[in-house]
């Protein structure tokens, strides 16, 4: 016995429906729209084809399949990253300021900042610092609010001549070339300077340790991304030679630094090295082929291409990183 | 075909017409002020001038300076702490005050104002709690189909058409209605305790008049040319609104009224269901927002322009404190549960081909929804649409009756005279440019129609020629700029101003930090219209991007990318060209003067 509904028959000696007709031919269709998908996909592939980049390299559509970019996360990127590099033409780019009228300026800038907020997540772990005081110490003005912070806790008063010497340490002149832990050591000299010459202060040398420990470490970062405020890659290419050297003269240097009443060695190797440092690898390994590209001729398309696997590389990393969350609370 | 709605599609809302009991504010008691005024260097209150550093926080105060400069001065100079509150922020009404530079004449100049007019203060959120309230006893319930007042279409009509009008033998006009809101709060409202969902299913026939409710139609065949190049409907694709494909059929929620403007526009319209109901009610507010335009009215003709624009703000804020749903979170699992609740609540539904990584871009609160995770989990924030703190029709039928009152006069303009071009429309005014040899005759029939009475239009300007960039942004001038605005960056006195600073304070952790951010015009221009040269005419013409059934998200992003790297430059190169033009103009006249004066 059956009965039917049009597009199933029902079969009681197998106590279950039977599909027939359209249901059956649409099964069919999306089996063989199945078996076409791999094919539209190859098609896809091909059409974005090879994805010129820096230094003479360049990346598959395929390749990047295979690292789980979709062509249609390929395509935000690209747009996320055209929205940034922006136009080029001379009467906008005269108007908006020399400091920002080259596609290598937004090409640095973007890539610097595109990371930044990871690299400063990695540091204040690092450094077993708060996420918001980390944040907070990377605004111009966030230091200050957490130098105040450091002064009201310590029972100093704030007053010009305090906050005069804070800003002249804070502050550009003279800075040229020296290193975020070389700044932080003047900022160390100067706290204890105020401690000292307050008069209702026991001196610089009983300042808490872990709030003084805190704030050099805040203070460090901050330095560590004003030096990162990039505009070519001359500039970069300066700022990571600087480093080179400074990490030279501190391996030359026995010298070994007292902290927590222990003696670390290469404690001030540990310390100076750039934030790029921590930046996602997507963005280290772009800027580092934006380096060696060799010629002060760079085509947009090859930048465009470059910042857009940046953006991939962030696609990829909040994609593993909310998979690693979800598996933690399960 | 193309959907127009507040997000992609319709919500699954109930259909029973379930009715709730509109839940009243309570009162709540403001925080006292503690007066303080700043300049570079010092602070003044009730106990002297100190330096500027001595600033503090005083416990169960609210510090209050008289101008956003002075607070920001404070904030800089004391990072970290909470800065004051800004008496020209929370009165945005009071007559303009400037920067005087020295924290003792400011002191006594806020001790002045608050003097002069403290007792016509009203904290805006008060003030829309109070007015709530008068709803709420007025209307007592409301069904929970009112949730499809939300989820309709809900912007007005704000839309450029031309970029630049320079041709010499034509001028500009400008018109702009008087209370445009509080005139459509005048118009009937559909019962919101009465609403009851009805299936149709049938086209609109010749004479039908329909009841009052919200009307899903499905429109087709545009047959005048003012809608095809005046197309006011929206579809959201990409995370914004575009213009609406026409050459399609339109699935869209409209009012009767709509409906009864748009009939004589398109060939069928098709009513699928409608939520409607059979009595209708007034406005709670409408006999006060009357009241109110008629006190504005009076202040003007007394010279009082800082009551005057209280009564206009506080017009404002009655058209819209119906509109205050309550945002709670919802935690979900997986992301695709969340997206499934965000889909049978508001509408929300993106194509298959937006990845998530953009998809999750518009989702970040900039449309009122915030999709994020936490712990693992996907949090969704937003409205509840069967809040019984907000009744969504009242709002909803203010905006699109004045999008309609808009349109009929546009359409009524271009039928005024011929060569009529329509080049700027922004929620209650628009620009139109027409050959001088007729703007005569159009004078009087524009002076013959406008009065200052609630609800009709005045002739704001009439100039030579007009630069429109984008809504918002635009200076109409002829000899020097004679009316201009500059969204974001401009201020009233500065035709030209191309950036400005903004000081913001951001709360991070227990420290107030002031953030310190340029706004540069080009960086903040829409690259959501191409420029495209009429051969014709000689204009350069604007148009949205216009997406259908077929559109892509790569189409819309190719769109988006190549009005980036075109039009945005051509339109900062007519602005830049505008600015020479009328400096070497006004060099021009001085030098004429003084060569007057030598002779």
Not at chain 1, 66 to 79: D, L, M, N, T
Not at chain 1, 117 to 136: F, G, K, V
Not at chain 2, 175 to 194: H, L
Not at chain 2, 449 to 475: N, Q
Request: aromatic share 8%.
């Amino acid at each position: 016995m059956s009965e039917s509904n049009g597009t199933s028959v029902w079969v009681g000696d197998l106590d279950c429906c039977i599909g027939i007709g359209y249901n059956d031919d649409d099964d069919y269709d999306q089996d063989n729209d199945r078996a076409a998908q791999p094919d539209l996909l190859k098609i896809e592939l091909d059409e974005i084809g090879e994805l010129q980049l820096l230094a003479g390299r360049a990346i598959s559509a395929l390749q990047l399949y295979e690292k789980s970019i979709a062509p249609s996360e390929w395509r935000q990127a690209i747009h996320q990253s055209e929205m940034t590099i922006g136009f080029s033409s001379p009467k906008v780019l005269q108007h908006e300021g020399e400091r920002t009228n080259s596609l290598v300026t937004r090409f640095v800038r973007g890539m610097l900042n595109l990371g930044r907020p990871y690299a400063i997540a990695r540091y204040a772990r690092w450094e077993r610092l708060d996420y918001p005081s980390a944040l907070t110490a990377t605004l111009p003005h966030g230091i200050s609010a957490l130098v105040n912070q450091l002064l009201a806790s310590e029972a100093i008063t704030r007053r010009r001549d305090v906050d005069a010497s804070i800003r002249a340490v804070f502050g550009s002149n003279g800075m040229d070339g020296m290193v975020a832990y070389r700044r932080t050591g003047l900022l160390q000299a100067a706290l204890h300077r105020i401690a000292d010459d307050t008069p209702t202060h026991p001196g610089g040398t009983k300042l808490d340790r872990n709030r003084m420990r805190a704030i050099l470490a805040l203070a460090r970062l901050h330095f560590s991304t004003v030096e990162l405020r990039l505009g070519s890659l001359e500039e970069l290419q300066s700022l990571l030679s600087g480093y080179e050297a400074e990490r030279a003269i501190a391996q030359r240097d026995d010298a070994r630094i007292t902290t927590n009443g222990r003696l670390i060695q290469g404690w001030r190797l540990r310390h100076l090295q750039p934030l790029l440092n921590l930046y996602p690898y997507s963005i280290r390994h772009g800027l580092k082929r934006a380096l060696e590209h060799g010629s002060t001729d760079f085509d947009r398309k090859a930048l465009v291409n470059e910042l857009a696997l940046a953006h991939c590389g962030i696609f990829r990393m909040r994609l593993t990183r909310n998979a690693k969350t979800l598996v933690q609370a399960q | 075909m193309s959907r127009v709605y507040r997000f992609h599609g319709p919500a699954y809302l109930p259909v029973l017409a379930d009715s709730k009991l509109l839940r009243k504010r309570k009162k709540g008691t403001v925080t006292p002020f503690y007066l303080v005024a700043a300049d570079t260097y010092s602070i003044t209150d009730k106990d002297g001038t100190r330096p500027i550093e001595a600033y503090q926080c005083v416990p169960g105060q609210r510090s209050l300076t008289l101008t956003k400069r002075e607070s920001d001065l404070i904030a800089l100079s004391n990072a970290g702490v909470q800065p004051p509150v800004v008496l020209e922020d929370l009165h945005p009404w009071l007559p303009e005050q400037r920067y005087l530079n020295d924290s003792a004449s400011s002191f006594q100049a806020i001790k002045l104002i608050i003097h002069r007019f403290s007792r016509h203060f009203m904290f805006a959120s008060q003030y829309c709690d109070e007015k709530w309230n008068t709803i709420c006893n007025a209307l007592r319930k409301k069904s929970v189909l009112d949730a499809r007042f939300f989820t309709a279409w809900h912007l007005p009509i704000q839309d450029v058409h031309v970029l630049e009008e320079r041709r010499l033998d034509r001028s500009v006009v400008s018109i702009d209605f008087n209370g445009m809101y509080p005139a459509c709060m005048q118009q009937p409202f559909p019962k919101p305790s009465g609403l009851r969902l009805v299936r149709l299913d049938r086209y609109l026939s010749d004479s039908e008049v329909l009841a009052s409710g919200l009307y899903r139609c499905i429109i087709e065949g545009p047959v005048t040319d003012s809608i095809t190049r005046h197309n006011p409907f929206r579809s959201f694709h990409s995370g914004r609104h575009l213009r609406a494909r026409l050459d399609e059929p339109v699935e869209v929620d409209l009012n009767e009224f709509e409906i009864e403007f748009y009939r004589r526009h398109f060939q069928s319209i098709h009513l699928v269901e409608a939520v409607i109901s059979d009595k209708v009610v007034s406005h709670p507010l409408a006999k006060e927002v009357c009241r109110s335009f008629a006190r504005r009215r009076n202040y003007r003709n007394q010279d009082n322009k800082a009551l005057a624009d209280r009564e206009k703000y506080l017009a404002t804020l009655m058209t819209s404190c119906a509109h205050r749903p309550a945002r709670p979170c919802h935690t979900f699992e997986a992301r695709d549960q969340a997206m499934g609740a965000l889909r049978a609540e508001y509408g929300i539904d993106p194509p298959n081909d937006e990845p998530e990584v953009a998809t999750n871009i518009w989702l970040q609160g900039r449309k009122g929804i915030k999709l994020g995770s936490q712990d693992g989990f996907t949090v969704v924030q937003g409205p509840n649409l069967r809040d019984a703190s907000a009744c969504f029709l009242l709002g909803q039928r203010i905006v699109a009756r004045g999008r309609i009152v808009l349109l009929e006069m546009m359409e009524r303009i271009l039928n005024s005279a011929p060569g009529v071009e329509i080049c700027y429309t922004n929620i209650d005014s628009i620009h139109f440019s027409l050959p001088t040899e007729n703007l005569e005759s159009e004078l009087a029939w524009l002076e013959s129609e406008c009065s200052d009475a609630l609800g009709s239009f005045k002739i704001e300007c009439v100039t030579r020629h007009g630069l429109w960039l984008e809504p918002g942004r635009y200076w109409l001038y002829s000899d020097d700029v004679e009316k201009f605005r500059n969204r974001s960056v401009g201020d009233q006195k500065q035709p030209f101003k191309d950036h400005a600073i903004h000081v913001v304070s951001r709360q991070l952790g227990e420290l107030h930090v002031p953030i310190r951010s340029t706004l540069r015009m080009e960086r903040t221009m829409s690259p959501s219209r191409s420029l495209t040269a009429d051969a014709d005419t000689g204009l350069i013409r604007q148009r949205l991007i216009e997406v259908g059934n077929a559109t892509t998200v790569e189409d819309v992003l190719d769109e988006l990318e190549q009005n980036q790297q075109r039009s945005t430059p051509i339109r900062i190169a007519a602005f830049l060209d505008l600015r020479e033009r009328m400096r070497s103009s006004r060099f021009a006249a001085t030098k004429r003067d003084d060569d007057t004066n030598i002779m």
